[in-house]
């Protein structure tokens, strides 16, 4: 009885200590998370309306925008929802879309463009992608100094700066990106709740995600690649009949369908659309004619040809035709111009070996020179080349029957750091086939894969929890206890030092403060570059021309 009672005691001891720190761990992420948005709403809002002249591709989406809002019918690469973001902001301000002649260089402000209010939207998203970031690391079970370093490589990094707190399609291709990968690690968090009312919710939200991916940039379909991929991994260890958790044939085939509906049929849905809006709105001949058939062109008004009937008004004649020339149109861009001074292949692209000019003022000796926070993408890629380089040296031990890693370090390496390494794979790997024209931008959503897997291998080489919680050998005995085989000789691991901070290891504090200082600093280096402002000195200008980079002023 008394032996009960002491049971009983540290049992309920244990159970408050663990709620109590559980209590404690989500404040410091909450206070963590509220500290990163905050961080990343000054670094994308700073100076937003500086210049106040039209910054390289904001001539094109302007002019799109101002298409939607006068009806005029026109032709674009790039699927319409990022367009109709823009031209809903533009109607909800009363802009008419008056100033069409878009050219880089001029003035906003002499033309009476409200151009603050639309960079507004891509600053407020590329805030919220920092935001998204950290919740990733935070959902899959990461300690506050891996959240911390992958969302703080987002938050300062020059080229996300940059590119997404201008009126660019950018930074609400890469919020919706981002969360699509987090509405799939919610989802699969929730495997053992198949079926259930939050299950389908996050399971509709991560088909929403996917579908705003597609409908920006096409680029979007390498994260269907991403959680498709994972999917099918998904159901392939849910149909494994080795595995404990045998399901029925129906069972399985309810979660294919279920899938299938949710994650391809109804984003596909809502890609056509956004193209019944785009058809819609856009009912007056235009600069698009140029590009359509004679039956397309006479559906719209105003239109001056003759002699062939029009098409009678159905949805997929005309977006059979659009799609056609989208994609014919994507392949081809730029092969049929001279070489642009700013292009780039991708094999530059991890190390930032090339940017873009994105604007300059001879009268100021300012200008804006899009590239990545060096010292953050230098980091990041060779946590990539540590990432593949640890994985086939465990595998190679595997083989020799010798365990190189513990149950969870391999499990969380393998499951977690491995799904950001394929979602920077399949935003990275598919660029090397193409032939046409890429820019530096083209790399933003794999670099954000890449800061989930530097943030993830910190917690790996420096947090000693992944240790602490189940050893390997601890998982041996478990298997041997349940009649599975296990032969592997464990090799001797890390082990904690028992001096934590905030719950953990002071070495991952360290390493988070040193790669994060890393990149701060050169934030601080590249601050006129990405902002435009305060101007640098001949001498200035002549410092930051690094890696090969050639900027302007650089000569009195």
């Keep these: 009885m008394k032996d009960d009672i002491v049971a009983s005691t540290r049992t309920s001891l244990s159970t408050r200590n663990t709620m109590i720190n559980s209590a404690r761990h989500g404040r410091r992420h909450k206070t963590a998370l509220f500290t990163m948005t905050a961080l990343a709403f000054l670094t994308r809002f700073c100076g937003l309306s500086y210049p106040s002249e039209i910054v390289f591709d904001e001539a094109h989406i302007m002019r799109f925008t101002s298409w939607y809002l006068t009806r005029t019918y026109f032709f674009d690469l790039h699927p319409p929802f990022g367009k109709l973001l823009y031209a809903l902001l533009g109607w909800a301000i009363g802009y008419k879309g008056h100033f069409v002649p878009y050219e880089v ?14 960079r507004i939207m891509p600053a407020f998203l590329s805030t919220l992608t920092v935001t998204v970031v950290y919740l990733i690391m935070w959902e899959s079970g990461y300690a506050l100094p891996a959240c911390v370093v992958a969302a ?50 996050w399971l509709f939200l991560t088909g929403l995600a996917l579908s705003c991916d597609i409908s920006t940039k096409y680029v979007g379909f390498f994260t269907y690649i991403t959680v498709g991929t994972a999917v099918v991994i998904d159901l392939w260890e849910l149909f494994d009949i080795t595995s404990h958790r045998v399901v029925s044939i129906l069972e399985f085939s309810k979660h294919v369908v279920a ?11 809502l890609y056509l659309f956004w193209f019944e809006v785009h058809f ?27 002699g062939q009937r029009p098409m009678t008004l159905s949805f997929f004649q005309k977006w059979f035709e659009l799609q056609g020339l989208m994609f014919e149109y994507n392949g081809i861009l730029g092969l049929q111009d001279p070489k642009h001074p700013y292009e780039s292949r991708p094999w530059q692209w991890p190390l930032s070996l090339r940017g873009v000019n994105f604007w300059e003022s001879d009268a100021t000796r300012q200008q804006i020179f899009f590239v990545g926070n060096i010292a953050g993408w230098w980091i ?3 946590a990539l080349v540590v990432f593949v380089s640890v994985v086939i040296v465990d595998r190679l031990f595997l083989g020799r029957g010798m365990s190189l890693l513990h149950g969870r370090a391999r499990h969380r390496l393998c499951k977690s750091a491995g799904f950001f390494f394929l979602a920077w794979a399949a935003h990275y790997f598919p660029f090397f086939v193409m032939s046409r024209q890429m820019m530096l931008h083209s790399y933003l959503p794999a670099h954000l894969a890449s800061t989930l897997v530097t943030g993830s291998l910190v917690e790996f080489f420096f947090d000693s929890r992944l240790v602490e919680e189940e050893p390997f050998e601890a998982m041996l005995d478990r298997k041997e206890a349940s009649g599975q085989t296990a032969q592997l000789r ?21 390493a988070c403060g040193s790669i994060l200082g890393a990149a701060f600093a050169f934030w601080c280096f590249w601050f006129s570059l990405t902002y435009g402002y305060p101007g640098l000195s001949t001498q200035g200008v002549q410092r930051r021309q690094i890696l090969g980079i050639r900027l302007f002023y650089a000569h009195d």
């Design 152 to 201: 703080g490589l987002v938050l300062l990094d020059n080229a996300h700066i940059a590119q997404t707190r201008l009126v660019y399609l950018d930074a609400i291709l890469v919020f919706a990106i981002a969360c699509s990968l987090l509405c799939y690690i919610k989802l699969s968090k929730l495997k053992d709740q198949a079926f259930s009312k939050q299950w389908w919710t």
């Design 105 to 118: 260089g001029k003035s906003y402000i002499t033309n009476e463009v409200p151009y603050l209010v639309f």
């Design 280 to 306: 819609t709105i856009l009912t007056r001949s235009g600069p698009g004619d140029d590009y359509m058939s004679l039956p397309f062109v006479k559906t719209l008004s105003g239109n001056l040809t003759s």
């Design 490 to 510: 464990v090799l001797p691991g890390p082990r904690s030092q028992g001096t934590s901070f905030a719950g953990s290891s002071i070495a991952s504090w360290i």
């Design 259 to 269: 899938r299938a509906f949710a994650l391809i049929i109804v984003p596909f849905i």
């Design 380 to 382: 990041a890629s060779s």
